[in-house]
Each structure stands twice: as C-alpha cells, then as structure tokens.
C-alpha cells in the first residue's frame, strides 16, 4: 500500500520560493509515476508536475520553466521545488503516485493517480 505524507507548504511573498516534500513508501521503484496536484478554492484540480520511472518530467504550462519535480530514491521523498511563486500559485498542494501493474516479462503499466496525500497549503502574497 502506498502511504504519502506532504511538507513545507507556508506562505510566501510574490517573487519567493518554497520547496514541498513527499515522503512515500509503498512503491515499487521500476515502475512508478508520481505527481503534485493542486487546487484552488472554487477551481478544479490541476497537474502541476510529473515524475516516471523512466526518468520523463512535465509540467503544467502555467509551472513550467519555473516549478522542479524530483525524486530522491535514497531518502524515498519526492520534491517540488518552486520558485518565483505568484499569488495565481496558491492553492492546497497533493501530493499522488498512480497505481502500477508489472507483468512477467516486466512491462510496467501506469494506471491512475490513486493514492494522495493529505495536502500541504501554499499561499503566495502579492
């Protein structure tokens, strides 16, 4: 069962930066894709950054350039380092790792994002 646990929400002024953390366990390192959601009051919930096994990132096109997803295998921690945070930025951040299947010849399958943290808040003062 994967267990996920966000850190590192605060408020911020404009142009500043935050680092979240997502402690995980549960997951199978070969075959993974994890991910930060956010969401707004009133809003529907948007992907911010994604990580997979085979090492391919994205972004949102409105964090892209600006926001880095990582994933410490070491510490088993996934990271989202933000910077030049705006106010259009605050919302409750998730942490999410999709559901995985590994047949016998070691094909990994990316379901969906099923397990979610409890949110971490990030708010960004103009």
């Known amino acids: 069962q994967v267990q996920l646990v966000e850190s590192g929400g605060g408020s911020v002024q404009s142009g500043g930066s935050l680092r979240l953390s997502c402690a995980a366990s549960?997951?199978?390192?070969?075959?993974?894709?994890m991910a930060w959601f956010r969401q707004a009051p009133g809003q529907e919930r948007e992907g911010v950054a994604f990580?997979?096994?085979?090492?391919?990132?994205n972004y949102g096109d409105s964090t892209k350039g600006r926001f880095t997803i990582s994933l410490d295998n070491a510490e088993n921690t996934l990271y989202l380092q933000m910077n030049s945070l705006k106010p259009g930025d605050t919302a409750m951040y998730y942490c999410?790792?999709?559901?995985?299947?590994?047949?016998?010849?070691?094909?990994?399958?990316?379901?969906?994002?099923?397990?979610w943290g409890q949110g971490t808040q990030v708010t960004v003062s103009s």
């Open positions: 549960g997951f199978t390192y070969s075959c993974y894709s």
């Open positions: 990580i997979n096994h085979n090492g391919v990132l």
């Open positions: 999410a790792a999709a559901a995985t299947t590994v047949d016998d010849r070691r094909r990994c399958t990316i379901l969906d994002y099923r397990y």
